[in-house]
């Protein structure tokens, strides 16, 4: 069950729900979103019910779930949310172009593959300093110092920057860095990492797992969730499939579907789903004419010398098609 604060709830309705329920022996998790906080609880529905928690001050709306996947539940909010990076609003209305290299390679590489981000017209900036590699031999990426420099990218561009945590422990760090927290798909079940992220304070861009269902997905987030943080935004990077020619399969069934089941915003990573550069812009248009909140991709000044990735990174030219698609089909919104 899902307790939905009017926009004008004060404080203490809040609060005065969390002691309503908790003292009826039942769990309440608040979640405080940009446009209103919902409270999701836990326990016993027939004893909430007789509660009677919608003629407390401050409630909007009292709605029965019975999802597992709650307090990003469609049911409750039905609207899909927007959510804001650093000024940057993802959501209806907002189309999110993100583009950026697959990892922070070195400085020179970062400022130009963030300087092709923005001369195609991107809101956001996309790469990776902490690499979640198949191979423990292949390059895991610069760490902090990779950080620093998606910093000094941020601050030559005026972009945004979202980027990877692939352990617990770094939370802090990355958060204390980036605007916006990455989860990967192969951390996409990582429920500690996600509880972390969760109560970091950043919005938090979570890639669907390999092999993930959208209710596992929609749960995933529902960890994240339920530590007081709703600003997720959910990205469709491909599952595994049996075709041998593309690294993995993009789902654009996803995206309606998600947006049915949840209120979060979807995005599609066409770059990572296909694996290579040719599928990328097409698969980003069939991701914006399904509805999708926005596109993530990989640029490289130069794709050939890329330490990670680089069959898939757009070329300047590519990147400018993808804007000029972008383009005709948000206009059309
Ligand atoms: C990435 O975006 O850099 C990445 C590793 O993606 P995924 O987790 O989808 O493979
Ligand atoms: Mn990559």
Redesign the pocket.
Known sequence: MVVVMSAHARPEDVEAIVVTVERAGGSAFVSRGVERTIIGLIGDIELFLGLNLARLPGVADVVRISAPYKLVSRAHHDATSTVTVRGVPIGPGHFAFIAGP?AVETREQTLAAAQMAKDAGAVLL?G?AY??RTSPYAFQGLGPIGLEILAEAREATGLPVVT?VVDAADVPLVAQWADML?V???NAQNFGLLQAVGAAGRPVLL?RGLTATYEEWLMAAEYVAQRGNLDIVLCE?GVRSFEPAIRNMLDISAVPMIHAMSHLPVIV?PS?AAGRRDLVVPLARAGIAAGADGVIVDVHPHPEAALCDGPQALFGEDLAALAAAVAAVTAGR
């Open positions: 697959c996309r990776g690499k979640p990877e990455q990967g798909t192969r890639k990077r990573d990572h």
